[in-house]
């Protein structure tokens, strides 16, 4: 599929877009996991907000009386709720998002339903209160989405972070903490539990949904886990595009017509090393990188095909480890 499609959504341009986020820090999680606890669950508020704004905003056109989410790879649930938080106001709580995810560990600490956001090395600590004075009107937005739905807490028993990795950070003169959760009145809207989006057809069972997110994770699913350059211990007989057809098959049977599929935007998701099953015809050499990759993205083509979804938002992308240049990715299919 030939990516041109044009973006008419107009979308604010937050503080926490992922473009600003890129220059404050080399690291973006609030949640940090111990390496041997899941080493892929990393997650932070507001994660690329143009798109989960574009989401809901399309959702509450779409579905201005309700619709259930399913949040696939949701890690310990910040994804869902800063969605969650986008959609609902205090009048119009309609909104479910049933959050699943493969990790024990960020199903744990979501179902236990408290939440840090630290500084430094993070993208959401600009929800701190304490750095409100480098607050912009999009900041201060968002600021008070997240503080409709969530509390201050008190710090848990149990730890949360990677004990080590905060102590590094504490060393900062500016080192700061705080624990959050969400507010009892929406606590019931939001559930984690274990799950693989390769089962979510036996998901709420004879119900379709408004929308499905799977950010951030197909490039687990398909070992597509090249980082900071091409990976030479890639599985190379994963059939990759299988995978993905799987997947959207699926995907496409649950939504409702209008429903939204939303992707994330990190390279890896779109880009793909080719497996040994891509035709020669169907690859390109990266010289770069001394390797092949698809010629076509097999996620993009998978949804293209057969005239079922169309994208409705573009994000550039920084693809510079592959690409070495900007690229133009869709983040949300819509079910036609
Ligand atoms: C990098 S995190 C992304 C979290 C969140 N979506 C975000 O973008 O911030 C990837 C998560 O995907 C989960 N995951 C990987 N494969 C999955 C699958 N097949 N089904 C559900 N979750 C999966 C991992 O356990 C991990 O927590």
């Given at each position: 599929?030939?990516?041109?499609a044009v973006n008419?959504?107009k979308?604010p341009?937050?503080?926490?877009?992922?473009?600003?986020?890129?220059?404050?820090?080399?690291s973006?999680?609030?949640l940090?996991?111990?390496n041997?606890e899941?080493n892929?669950?990393?997650?932070?508020f507001?994660?690329?907000i143009d798109?989960?704004?574009?989401a809901a905003?399309l959702l509450?056109?779409t579905?201005?009386?309700?619709?259930?989410?399913l949040?696939?790879?949701?890690?310990n649930?910040?994804?869902?709720?800063s969605?969650?938080?986008?959609?609902v106001?205090?009048?119009?709580?309609?909104?479910?998002?049933?959050?699943f995810?493969?990790?024990?560990?960020?199903?744990?600490l979501g179902k236990?339903?408290?939440?840090?956001?630290?500084?430094?090395?993070?993208y959401?600590y600009?929800?701190?209160?304490?750095?409100?004075?480098?607050?912009?009107p999009?900041?201060?937005?968002?600021?008070?989405?997240?503080?409709?739905?969530?509390?201050?807490?008190?710090?848990?028993s149990?730890?949360i972070?990677?004990?080590n990795?905060?102590c590094?950070?504490?060393?900062?003169?500016?080192?700061k903490?705080?624990y959050y959760?969400?507010?009892d009145e929406?606590?019931?809207?939001?559930e984690?539990n274990?799950?693989?989006?390769?089962?979510?057809d036996k998901?709420?069972?004879?119900?379709?949904v408004?929308?499905?997110l799977?950010r951030?994770?197909?490039?687990?699913?398909t070992g597509?886990?090249?980082?900071n350059?091409?990976?030479?211990?890639e599985?190379l007989?994963?059939?990759?595009?299988e995978?993905?057809?799987?997947?959207?098959?699926?995907?496409?049977e649950?939504?409702l017509?209008?429903?939204?599929f939303?992707?994330g935007?990190i390279?890896?998701d779109?880009i793909?090393?080719?497996?040994n099953?891509?035709?020669d015809?169907?690859?390109i050499?990266?010289?770069?990188?001394?390797?092949?990759?698809?010629k076509?993205?097999?996620?993009?083509e998978?949804?293209?095909?057969?005239?079922?979804?169309?994208?409705v938002?573009?994000k550039?992308v920084?693809?510079?480890?592959?690409?070495g240049?900007?690229?133009?990715v869709?983040?949300?299919?819509r079910?036609?």
């Amino acid at each position: 599929m030939k990516i041109s499609a044009v973006n008419n959504f107009k979308y604010p341009n937050y503080a926490f877009s992922i473009s600003s986020q890129r220059k404050q820090s080399p690291s973006f999680s609030s949640l940090k996991l111990k390496n041997d606890e899941n080493n892929y669950s990393d997650t932070c508020f507001y994660r690329d907000i143009d798109t989960l704004d574009c989401a809901a905003t399309l959702l509450k056109k779409t579905f201005p009386k309700g619709t259930d989410i399913l949040d696939f790879a949701s890690s310990n649930g910040e994804e869902a709720i800063s969605l969650y938080s986008l959609l609902v106001n205090t009048s119009n709580n309609k909104y479910k998002i049933h959050c699943f995810d493969t990790s024990d560990r960020a199903v744990e600490l979501g179902k236990k339903g408290i939440y840090t956001v630290f500084y430094p090395m993070s993208y959401d600590y600009l929800l701190l209160p304490e750095f409100s004075m480098l607050d912009d009107p999009n900041t201060r937005e968002i600021k008070s989405k997240f503080y409709s739905v969530m509390e201050e807490t008190k710090k848990p028993s149990y730890e949360i972070n990677d004990i080590n990795y905060l102590c590094q950070l504490e060393r900062s003169p500016y080192f700061k903490i705080k624990y959050y959760k969400l507010k009892d009145e929406h606590k019931d809207k939001i559930e984690i539990n274990k799950g693989n989006i390769n089962n979510i057809d036996k998901v709420l069972p004879n119900k379709k949904v408004g929308a499905v997110l799977f950010r951030n994770a197909m490039y687990i699913e398909t070992g597509n886990s090249y980082a900071n350059g091409f990976s030479f211990n890639e599985d190379l007989n994963v059939n990759k595009k299988e995978i993905i057809e799987k997947i959207v098959d699926k995907v496409y049977e649950k939504l409702l017509p209008g429903g939204l599929f939303i992707l994330g935007d990190i390279e890896k998701d779109h880009i793909y090393i080719a497996d040994n099953h891509v035709n020669d015809k169907d690859k390109i050499f990266v010289s770069d990188y001394c390797t092949f990759i698809y010629k076509n993205s097999p996620l993009w083509e998978a949804l293209s095909k057969d005239d079922r979804f169309e994208p409705v938002l573009y994000k550039n992308v920084d693809a510079s480890v592959i690409l070495g240049k900007e690229q133009k990715v869709p983040t949300i299919w819509r079910k036609k």
